[in-house]
């Protein structure tokens, strides 16, 4: 069931009070009607009664999914590492009455958008993981054959089942298919690294950068 607290902010235009209703969690799994507004992107947005201003608030909010075994946690801002907000994260659990179980998939995200690709993965059945892996040699190839490309964003996306991968820089946007093969290998490649656990991590590009660094480290040292 969907938890929201009212609160009190100031619009970022005009910036007259205004009383929101701050989702705080919801069951994506029997809440279908606010799982879409989370992948339409509307699910934080708010409108000001004052100047009409539409704008997106984000505020420390939990998802959860049993149907397809995962939690995700948004915390807006930076965060240093998952450890920093172990303490936080476990009075969230507790103040929803969810217990951690080894074969769930906990997540941390930073905005709406990781939260709404993270969800779309999991229902789909993908890694996380293995998907930033693809993420970083697809971008890795995008880099390649263009050369001046600063890619800014990376999101997996599920169209109609059509699976692809976004890669946004200033002066465009790249789509690459999703390729399972590809997936696959990495999989077998990883597999020793990568496991379950009931533990929240951030998953994302620095995921990815510290893990090769981590097996560049250990297979210099057989």
């Not at 217990?99 to 059945?125: A, C, M, N, P, W």
């Not at 999101?155 to 946004?168: A, T």
């Amino acid at each position: 069931m969907r938890k929201s607290n009212l609160k009190n902010i100031s619009c970022p235009h005009c910036q007259q009070s205004m009383t929101i209703d701050s989702l705080i969690f919801i069951n994506g799994g029997i809440e279908s009607d606010l799982r879409t507004k989370l992948l339409n992107s509307t699910l934080f947005l708010h409108k000001c009664p004052h100047c009409q201003h539409e704008f997106v608030y984000e505020n420390p909010f939990l998802y959860s999914d049993c149907k397809h075994k995962f939690v995700i946690y948004l915390r807006p801002g930076e965060i240093d590492a998952a450890a920093d907000i172990a303490d936080e994260i476990s009075a969230v659990m507790r103040q929803h009455s969810l217990i951690t179980h080894e074969d769930y998939h906990y997540r941390i995200v930073s905005d709406h958008l990781q939260l709404s690709e993270k969800l779309q993965l999991f229902e789909h059945g993908h890694d996380d993981r293995i998907m930033e892996i693809c993420k970083f040699i697809y971008q890795g190839k995008i880099i390649k054959d263009h050369p001046d490309t600063i890619i800014t964003n990376a999101f997996y996306l599920n169209d109609h089942d059509h699976e692809l991968f976004l890669f946004i820089s200033q002066q465009e946007t790249f789509q690459v298919a999703f390729d399972q093969t590809l997936y696959d290998e990495i999989f077998e490649d990883f597999k020793g690294q990568i496991k379950q656990g009931s533990h929240f991590l951030q998953i994302d590009q620095q995921w990815v950068f510290n893990l090769i660094k981590t097996e560049f480290e250990r297979r210099n040292r057989q």
